[in-house]
């Protein structure tokens, strides 16, 4: 057998000012035939699970592109069909193939195009006529018909943070082996209901999503039933489709899709008091920082988070942080190229005063003036050593640790979500020795972070990616929709979050 697998990846904020071209994604990651092999083999990452689907079974695997951008920005038009162009060449130089096996986000915006993967399914169906198509996606895939109608099956993450990733691309080439023999005869059920959680209530450790993959899981040990797909979706690519989504893929059965799919967007809707988010204001976190015995306490700058699309250099806590005095804590990261030149010029050990974060736009507090020493420069590359991605390289790109006033700020070239405590580890820093920990992220620091943390608390910060989803000029998602209009949706006897 002969598969041919790729990917274009990217999670579009539309509000993030943050152009995504060509040199985004090859600032993150952009590879080409054997390179992807090279890359991810032996990682335990969606791909290193295909490749290993494929190596069991003897499979041969044809790579074709693998083209990741940091989520910002829509995707250029330019670059999109750039990309798309040489994944469809690299398909069918690939032939004769048995199938195609992707691997796709699911929250991709270009500027021509709103929903990029029912694009990039729809036309590899073409180019492959009829062979069998499988996709694995994010958990925060916003999905579509056109995704649903082009594809056999696609398999979605369980896990946020996502940590299943390698499982899911093993399953996919399972998947494909079935389709390709005739023993799967995919049957789906596709619903929208009207949510559009956050990303806080997201996290798959607690409910109410943890009883949505419950469930899931359960039904998915039915007979007939293939696989189930629960996409919180990511609400700032702002297009109808955006929102929660379930797909239920059965054996040559519509109706036990249909029937598992309706018990599913009952029990979503069932919980939906619980998908509001309640972050807390920074300066009562703060005090909870001073009065805590023991560290580290864990502090999730959730407006700022980069894996979200958000810059990536917001002062708003580290301003906080300073005008408390308080010391003893690591803040990851900033990202600010103009900052580590000026470290890596002065040399580690110099003292410099320079105008930290605050430059992309104006949602995330101004540039900070402060003076700090020099503790530390590197290249900003570490493997990770998981839950998530383990065994994949990271890079901040070049990255300065200053220490200002008793605090440590990881400044680096680029913008990163710190979810592998190597970040810290790779810079000679112990962050389960800290008293306190600033992170940029929504949720996935928590898989690395919550077995040191003592406590975690999600600060109410502003930005791209604040879980105050009513404060965001939303034009194009379906309406009307939870969380932003409780009352249309009979849920008269709460009140938002943005009233009090
Ligand atoms: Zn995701």
């Known amino acids: 057998m002969r598969l041919v697998t790729g990917t274009i990846s990217h999670e579009t904020n539309v509000f993030s000012t943050i152009r995504t071209d060509l040199d985004e994604f090859r600032k993150r990651l952009l590879l080409r035939g054997e390179e992807v092999s090279d890359h991810f083999r032996g990682t ?4 290193g699970g295909i490749i290993d689907g494929c190596e069991e079974r003897g499979f041969e695997l044809v790579p074709t592109i693998f083209a990741s951008a940091t989520p910002s920005g829509k995707i250029t038009d330019e670059a999109f069909e750039a990309l798309l162009g040489e994944l469809l060449d690299g398909v069918k130089d690939a032939r004769p193939i048995h199938g195609v096996v992707l691997h796709l986000h699911g929250a991709g915006v270009s ?16 180019a492959v006529g009829g062979l069998p198509l499988v996709s694995t996606f994010d958990l925060h895939a916003n999905h579509t018909r056109l995704t649903v109608d082009s594809a056999d099956v696609f398999i979605g993450y369980d896990t946020y943070p996502h940590v299943d990733g390698y499982e ?13 023999d005739g023993s799967l005869k995919p049957t789906k059920a596709f619903r929208q209901p009207p949510m559009m959680p956050a990303l806080q209530v997201q996290f798959t450790g607690r409910p109410p999503m943890s009883l949505l993959m419950d469930a899931a899981h359960r039904m998915e040990g039915l007979e007939g039933v293939e696989t189930i797909t629960v996409a919180a979706g990511f609400p700032w690519s702002d297009f109808e489709d955006t929102g929660l989504s379930i797909t239920v893929t059965t054996n040559d059965d519509q109706g036990l899709a249909d029937e598992c799919a ?26 909870k920082v001073e009065a805590a015995s023991e560290g580290p306490i864990v502090l999730a700058d959730i407006g700022d988070n980069p ?33 580590v030149a000026a470290a890596v010029e002065a040399g580690v050990g ?18 900070l003036n402060v003076t700090g020493t020099v503790r530390l420069i590197s290249d900003g590359k570490f493997i990770a050593r998981g839950p998530m991605g383990t065994g994949s390289e990271r890079d901040m790109g070049r990255t300065a640790v200053l220490r200002v006033r008793g605090v440590d700020v990881v400044v680096t070239e680029k913008r990163l979500q710190p979810t592998d405590l190597q970040l810290y580890r790779s810079l000679g820093i112990e962050p389960a020795e800290r008293r306190f920990i600033v992170v940029k992220s929504s949720v996935h620091y928590r898989a690395a972070h919550d077995p040191i943390a003592k406590e975690i608390i999600e600060l109410d910060t502003p930005g791209l990616t604040s879980p105050r989803l009513a404060s965001f000029d939303f034009r194009r998602i379906r309406r009307p929709i939870f969380p932003l209009d409780m009352e249309m949706l009979g849920i008269t006897e709460l009140k938002s979050m943005e009233d009090e």
């Open 350 to 367: 110099s003292e410099v005063t320079v105008d930290l974060g605050g430059k992309t736009d104006k949602l995330h507090g101004p540039p």
């Open 262 to 287: 309706d018990e599913l967007v009952d029990l979503a809707w069932s919980l939906r008091r619980d998908f509001l988010v309640k972050p807390v204001p920074v300066q009562e976190a703060l005090r």
């Open 168 to 180: 899911r691309g093993l399953e996919a080439v399972g998947v494909a082996e079935r389709l390709i």
């Open 111 to 126: 500027e021509g195009c709103d929903d990029i993967e029912g694009r990039i399914l729809s036309e590899v169906q073409k």
């Open 307 to 339: 894996g979200g699309g958000a810059p990536c250099d917001g002062t708003v806590v580290l301003r906080a942080v300073l005008e408390a005095g308080l010391e003893g804590g690591v803040f990851a990261v900033i990202a600010d190229p103009e900052v």
């Open 44 to 47: 335990k990452t969606p791909v």
